[in-house]
């Protein structure tokens, strides 16, 4: 009876050594699984991501498909600024104003593209600035977000609204009389200013947009198409009879028209003192990571243990690898949203963006959803399927440094949705998830 005991305990710890190791491996073999007789299939999810967060101190902004207009002060983020400058052109063709004609009152005219960012019950001033110089490169032929353009001292206008971006189409500011006088008087006396572009962007400079500095609670985004803003001049003629008429300046988006996008980080877990690029990893920032492509912010995951599983003669096929990223529970809402889909970019030691992440068939760009809880809200994940990519850096010499960032697609200038990941040891765990065929014994 001893002796039985003693083998059922020692079968017992064998097996135990077999799933135990089964994480190592020297080489991964993709040829075919041997049949089901002689392997099983083990689940591996001790192999840690590794997250940090990647500020990019600037990133180019010009010709951007959206403006953001406003100020928001994120809890774990800080303050965020956002303001489009943009140039304006005269009307086409240039209209016939008598001189008995009449001027009214100049509005300028900004259609929303439904996309807003923060507590959008609140009211705000927007306030429409003419630009003091005109707007030029920063570099190259680039503008960044960290790109400025001096504005005159007296507003074109401003105006306190709430704005409904799910119900709204547009909102209007009306200009100053002064300013609206002067260019109806130009359009009258067909000034020289309107006789070519060239003169008229010398003149009229160009459009910035912003709100009052105790403004935090949103961002708006406007439609940023070409001549989807519109300055109106409205005029009426007297005689022969009563007749009202309109000339629109409208915005042209071209590759000087850009989103300024300023961040203050004081008082959160991403401050740094010194200007430039910084990589902050979770384990100094409350074991969470962030991400909010739109503000500069990059979730970067490495994984330097991965190659550890290449030490067991067990393994003989990696089958599948899931990388699931939980936001921590309550760290968004239906004003601080998440993104509502995220990819991922390989990167490495540089940290530089490199080629985006492709799904299984290998053509296609992986982008997901969330799976939302909205029960408790501790259950949300993104889930990624990159077993190519785990392959890839298994078998890839010095790829320990190598990994992905977690973003948001499309242009990162026009939203600025964010998402808090917790690393394998805060709350809200991030996973690699292996499946792996393993010789039986």
Excluded: W
């Excluded at 300046?249 to 000087?256: E, H």
């Excluded at 490495?348 to 068939?361: F, H, K, L, Q, Y």
């Amino acid at each position: 009876m001893l002796f039985s005991r003693k083998k059922i305990v020692f079968s017992f710890l064998l097996l135990l050594m077999i799933t135990g190791v089964s994480c190592y491996r020297n080489d991964i073999e993709f040829g075919t699984t041997p049949a089901n007789t002689y392997t099983k299939v083990v689940y591996i999810d001790t192999v840690e991501p590794r997250l940090s967060t990647v500020l990019l101190d600037s990133f180019i902004t010009n010709s951007p498909i959206s403006f953001l207009v406003g100020k928001i002060k994120d809890p774990y983020l800080g303050a965020i600024s956002t303001k489009p400058f943009f140039q304006i052109t005269m009307p086409s063709p240039l209209p016939s104003i008598p001189a008995t004609a009449h001027y009214d009152s100049t509005c300028m005219i900004f259609y929303l593209n439904k996309y807003s960012y923060g507590d959008s019950t609140k009211p705000l001033t927007i306030q429409a600035n003419e630009l003091a110089l005109p707007i030029s490169y920063t570099y190259n032929t680039n503008l960044y977000n960290t790109s400025n353009v001096p504005e005159k001292p007296t507003p074109l206008g401003s105006r306190t609204l709430k704005i409904r971006p799910s119900i709204d189409d547009s909102f209007l500011v009306r200009v100053n009389d002064a300013k609206g006088l002067e260019l109806f008087t130009k359009l009258q006396q067909s000034a020289d200013e309107l006789t070519s572009i060239d003169k008229f962007l010398n003149y009229f400079k160009g459009i910035s947009l912003s709100v009052n500095t105790n403004d935090t609670s949103v961002v708006y985004g406007l439609n940023s198409a070409t001549g989807k803003i519109i300055m109106r001049v409205y005029y009426h003629l007297a005689t022969p009879v009563f007749q009202r008429a309109v000339a629109d300046f409208t915005s042209l988006n071209n590759t000087y028209a850009f989103n300024q996008i300023i961040t203050d980080r004081t008082n959160t877990s991403l401050y740094s003192a010194t200007p430039g690029n910084k990589e902050f990893p979770s384990e100094n920032t409350n074991q969470l990571a962030f991400t909010q492509y739109g503000a500069g912010v990059l979730l970067k995951t490495t994984f330097p243990t991965l190659k550890g599983i290449l030490q067991s003669n067990a393994i003989v096929k990696l089958l599948n690898a899931e990388l699931i990223y939980k936001p921590e529970a309550h760290s968004y809402d239906d004003f601080l949203k998440l993104p509502p889909s995220l990819i991922l970019t390989q990167t490495d030691a540089t940290n530089n963006i490199g080629a985006s992440v492709n799904d299984s068939t290998g053509t296609a760009l992986l982008n997901v959803s969330p799976v939302i809880d909205n029960i408790y809200g501790v259950n949300t994940y993104y889930r990624f399927n990159i077993t190519s990519y785990i392959n890839t850096l298994l078998t890839t010499p010095g790829s320990e440094k190598s990994g992905f960032f977690l973003m948001e697609s499309g242009d990162p200038t026009v939203q600025l949705n964010r998402a808090v990941i917790g690393n394998a040891h805060s709350n809200s765990k991030t996973q690699l998830q292996l499946t792996v065929a393993v010789v039986n014994n």
